[in-house]
């Protein structure tokens, strides 16, 4: 019983002075401005301290340090200290977020007002946020709060604002959420910088420039070779299903490996994953999980053997730097690789950097370009009418290459992708794709300039956005909108010809690769690449789904990882003629 009076003692002392300071956290720290990942660290290290300090302290006061009573009266003091300062301290924020926040006027469930780890877990039950979201709206409306400082809006009118040339909007913080210790501003990709200023030095300084009308034209003749061995191995499994994401996701990454390194991950040749790449799939599906719960990142990352597999692909990119190195110490003649064009402006880059850049290069290439192949021939293998418009349009192109007359300068990869780039139907088939089933199914974060944004509502007075708010607009929703596309859930690529223009009401609600200064770098590889491996495939193969196939897996087990992680769906391939 002594020990309870003492406890009870203490918290009539120390309580409410406990009770205030949690309030006080709250309303002069965690409430004013971001409090990332560095923030969270330097919190746990002073409670760490604050608490150590007081266990150490009531040991002292309440007997000597042999004394089993005052180390049981000291481990239960700071126990209840910290009950008194959290409870306030999360009342405190619940109240404020709930019935104060700037945000509260908008709708939305109320626990996602409170906090997102409603959202973490269900992502890591069932890891379709795109769909919860989307589903949202259709309850809530097209501006809803889908987080404590956070709204998603389901606008056309929106996405220039959000995400165009003259936005004044900056990414958000979950591009820090995907890094670890280190310098944030310098020490990462292009990808992750949120400064403005530094992003566009660097991506002028490296990704630019490699991505130039010249540079393209130079990488087409390597994916067209690649193509060509992908479609030699289809052809020893032909007449046999296939599961398509799984396959293509073996040939966009060794496109990526050549194109981005001059060096294939052999996953064509041995018609399997490279190991090294492993950890992409999994990091991914657990990376979108835990974004909305920042501080599991560093935890989970400390554990033994969780960067194992991160180490190994490490490994690899380090392997290819340095040989990229080597080839340049020997005067050796420069391939036409992307990192052998970008390593002679990397030279000032920290080791990280280094690092980071180049596993932007494969994971940002590799991912979105696997599925929208996925996606296309999906749709096609299911309708032969649209396959065999297509073939047509490709045969006629065939033709017409064989009469034409070549430019003495011109390559044979010169010549078909020429011959293949402008045809409106492949075009169609790809631009439908990319709208229907955008590799990036939900919004890209952005951050509110201080001054806030206003979102035209076609009501007169535009929605005001308050400065410093989490905003964006899901892609998928919004390409799949009865208000901008008739027909919306159907495929048909018709929409983007001459045949159906009528079919697209609002030609601002297609963004697949966003826009603005944080546009997606790697647009035009992604076109080229799209293009050759659809018209090369269907114009060697006929593709129908396997016997059984419905889809079902396709429509129900596709994951939002940021880049969506496709359900599998199985087809077979015939060669044509046979």
Same mark, same amino acid.
Request: net charge positive; hydrophobic share 40%; charged share 20%.
């Given at each position: ?6 406890l009870?003692?203490?918290?009539k002392?120390?309580?409410?002075? /406990?009770? *205030?300071?949690? @309030? ?6 965690? $409430?004013?401005?971001? =409090?990332?990942?560095?923030?969270g +660290?330097a919190?746990?290290?002073a ?6 300090l ?12 042999t004394s ?7 481990i ?8 008194c300062f ?7 924020v619940?109240t ?5 926040h ?5 709708p ?21 946020n ?8 259709k ?7 889908t ?6 809006? /389901?606008? *056309?009118?929106? @996405?220039?604002v959000?995400y165009?040339?003259? $936005?004044?909007?900056? =990414?958000g913080?979950?591009y820090? +959420?995907?890094k670890g210790s280190g310098?944030?501003?310098?020490d990462y ?15 002028k300084?490296?990704w ?6 010249r ?5 087409q003749?390597m994916?067209?070779?690649?193509t060509?061995?992908?479609?030699d191995?289809?052809?020893q499994r032909?007449?046999?299903p ?20 001059g060096?294939?991950f052999n996953?064509?040749e ?12 999994n990091?991914r ?12 990142i560093?935890?989970l990352?400390s ?16 392997d290819?730097i340095q040989e990229?190195r080597?080839q340049?110490?020997?005067n050796?003649v420069p391939?036409e ?5 970008m ?14 850049e ?5 994971i940002a290439g ?19 009418f649209?396959?065999?418009k ?7 192109a065939?033709a017409?290459r064989q009469?034409?007359?070549v ?12 011959s293949i ?8 088939c790809v631009?439908e794709a990319l ?5 990036v199914?939900?919004?890209?974060q ?5 001054e ?5 509502n076609?009501k007169?007075?535009p929605?005001f956005?308050?400065g410093?708010?989490?905003v964006?607009v ?13 027909n919306?859930e159907?495929?048909?690529p ?10 697209i ?8 690769f966003?826009g ?7 647009k035009?590889?992604?076109y ?12 060697r193969f ?7 196939e ?10 939002d990882?940021?880049v ?10 015939s060669?044509?003629?046979e």
């Amino acid at each position: 019983m002594a020990l309870f009076f003492d406890l009870l003692d203490i918290a009539k002392e120390k309580g409410p002075l /406990l009770a *205030a300071a949690g @309030i006080s956290a709250h309303v002069f720290y965690w $409430s004013r401005g971001e =409090r990332g990942a560095k923030e969270g +660290r330097a919190w746990v290290y002073a409670n760490l301290i604050v608490n150590t300090l007081a266990l150490l302290t009531t040991i002292n006061n309440h007997g000597s340090w042999t004394s089993i009573y005052a180390w049981v009266l000291g481990i239960s003091t700071v126990f209840v200290l910290n009950i008194c300062f959290y409870f306030s301290l999360f009342t405190s924020v619940l109240t404020y977020r709930a019935f104060f926040h700037r945000l509260h006027h908008f709708p939305g469930p109320f626990s996602l007002k409170l906090s997102k780890f409603v959202t973490g877990y269900e992502n890591l039950e069932k890891n379709r946020n795109f769909e919860r979201v989307w589903n949202l709206h259709k309850q809530y409306g097209d501006i809803i709060r889908t987080g404590p400082q956070e709204l998603s809006i /389901l606008s *056309a009118e929106a @996405i220039d604002v959000i995400y165009g040339p003259s $936005s004044k909007c900056t =990414r958000g913080p979950w591009y820090d +959420r995907l890094k670890g210790s280190g310098d944030f501003t310098h020490d990462y990709a292009v990808f992750h910088m949120r400064d403005p200023a530094v992003h566009s030095q660097r991506r002028k300084a490296l990704w630019d420039k490699v991505f130039s009308g010249r540079a393209l034209k130079s990488y087409q003749p390597m994916v067209i070779r690649t193509t060509e061995q992908f479609l030699d191995a289809v052809a020893q499994r032909v007449n046999q299903p296939l599961s398509v994401p799984s396959t293509m996701s073996l040939l966009s990454y060794d496109l990526m490996g050549v194109v981005g390194w001059g060096h294939s991950f052999n996953n064509i040749e041995t018609w399997e994953l490279n190991p090294s790449l492993h950890f992409i799939k999994n990091m991914r599906a657990g990376q979108h999980v835990m974004v909305h719960t920042p501080w599991l990142i560093s935890l989970l990352m400390s554990l033994p053997g969780a960067g194992s597999a991160i180490r190994d692909y490490g490994n690899w990119i380090q392997d290819r730097i340095q040989e990229k190195r080597q080839q340049e110490e020997r005067n050796e003649v420069p391939g036409e690789d992307i990192m052998t064009r970008m390593l002679p402006s990397m030279r000032d880059l920290s080791k990280k950097a280094l690092y980071s850049e180049g596993e932007l290069l494969v994971i940002a290439g590799g991912d979105t370009s696997s599925v929208t192949m996925s996606v296309i021939i999906y749709h096609l293998a299911r309708n032969q009418f649209l396959q065999r418009k297509l073939q047509a349009e490709l045969d006629s192109a065939a033709a017409k290459r064989q009469k034409d007359s070549v430019p003495p300068t011109d390559s044979p990869e010169d010549t078909y992708y020429r011959s293949i780039s402008s045809l409106p139907y492949l075009n169609g088939c790809v631009s439908e794709a990319l709208r229907i089933q955008p590799p990036v199914h939900g919004g890209i974060q952005r951050k509110t300039p201080p001054e806030g944004i206003h979102i035209p509502n076609g009501k007169g007075t535009p929605t005001f956005i308050p400065g410093d708010t989490l905003v964006s607009v899901p892609i998928l929703p919004v390409q799949n909108d009865p208000r901008y596309y008739r027909n919306p859930e159907a495929y048909v690529p018709e929409r983007w010809t001459d045949e159906k223009p009528d079919w697209i009401m609002n030609r601002a609600a297609y963004f697949p690769f966003v826009g603005g200064a944080y546009s997606c770098v790697g647009k035009g590889l992604a076109y080229i690449e799209l293009r050759v491996v659809v018209a090369m495939l269907f114009g060697r193969f006929n593709v129908r789904l396997a016997e059984g196939e419905d889809g079902r897996r396709f429509r129900e087990e596709t994951r939002d990882t940021f880049v969506a992680s496709l359900g599998e769906f199985r087809v077979v391939f015939s060669e044509r003629g046979e």
